[in-house]
């Protein structure tokens, strides 16, 4: 089957750094461009960041700039989102995509991780 699974996440306090992995399961990531979009309660899912193929960030949410960097590794079939200097404001779950470009429209990503809930607290 193939997936993208979503290890990590859990609780951090605020000024804290949690790094998130997105592992492709009889999926080769090195195809795809992959993004990662997070969803706080009583909101809509928002684009957060996106890696490209030639390993090239993209960044739509100003709020994360300076704060967030997204990796890839195709040797480990991963990408990981580093978060560092997390707000409260950062606690959503977050999920990881694949598309064919780096687009902040949700509906133009194939295969969704399960996502993994990220909660920035004291």
């Known amino acids: 089957q193939r997936q993208l699974v979503e290890p990590g996440g859990g609780l951090v306090q605020p000024g804290g750094t949690l790094r998130l992995s997105c592992v492709g399961s009889g999926l080769s990531l090195d195809v795809y461009s992959i993004a990662w979009f997070r969803q706080a309660p009583g909101k809509e899912r928002e684009a957060v960041i996106c890696?490209?193929?030639?390993?090239?960030?993209?960044y739509w949410l100003d709020s994360v700039k300076g704060r967030f960097t997204v990796s890839r590794d195709n040797v480990e079939n991963a990408v990981y989102l580093r978060m560092n200097n997390m707000k409260p404001e950062d606690t959503a779950v977050y999920y990881c995509?694949?598309?064919?470009?780096?687009?902040?429209?949700?509906?133009?990503?194939?295969?969704w991780g399960q996502g993994t809930q990220v909660t920035v607290s004291s």
């Open positions: 890696i490209s193929t030639s390993f090239s960030s993209t």
């Open positions: 995509a694949t598309s064919q470009t780096c687009e902040d429209d949700p509906y133009r990503y194939g295969r």
